[in-house]
């Protein structure tokens, strides 16, 4: 059974940073695109950060890309999203997901408020 269960969420001022953590369960990081997605309220759900199971290569969505680090550790069999110079508008739940075709899982969320 997969199972992601994401951490680190919390509440931080403008400016500040957050780790977010993503453990996994039932399938081996390296082998799945790693990714984390975020929902705020109201809005529909939009990609943050992944990095591919071929090649480790990280991608970014243009509204985080310099402020966020997406890495993965294949012993701990875990992913992080260092999350920097955070904003107002990154205020949303974070959710981690794997992927490949055909498979998708998604962990529950956590949520990260950014205070102005």
């Known amino acids: 059974q997969v199972q992601l269960v994401e951490s680190g969420g919390g509440l931080v001022q403008d400016g500040g940073s957050l780790r977010l953590s993503c453990a996994a369960s039932?399938?081996?990081?390296?082998?799945?695109?790693m990714g984390w997605f975020r929902q705020a309220p109201g809005k529909e759900r939009e990609f943050v950060a992944h990095?591919?199971?071929?090649?480790?290569?990280?991608f970014y969505a243009d509204s985080v890309k310099g402020r966020f680090t997406v890495s993965r550790d294949n012993i701990k069999n875990m992913v992080y999203l260092q999350m920097n110079s955070l904003k107002p508008e990154d205020t949303a739940v974070y959710y981690c997901?794997?992927?490949?075709?055909?498979?998708?899982?998604w962990g529950q969320g956590t949520q990260v408020t950014v205070s102005s």
């Open positions: 997901a794997a992927r490949r075709p055909g498979l998708d899982y």
């Open positions: 039932g399938l081996t990081v390296n082998t799945y695109t």
């Open positions: 990095i591919n199971w071929i090649g480790s290569t990280p």
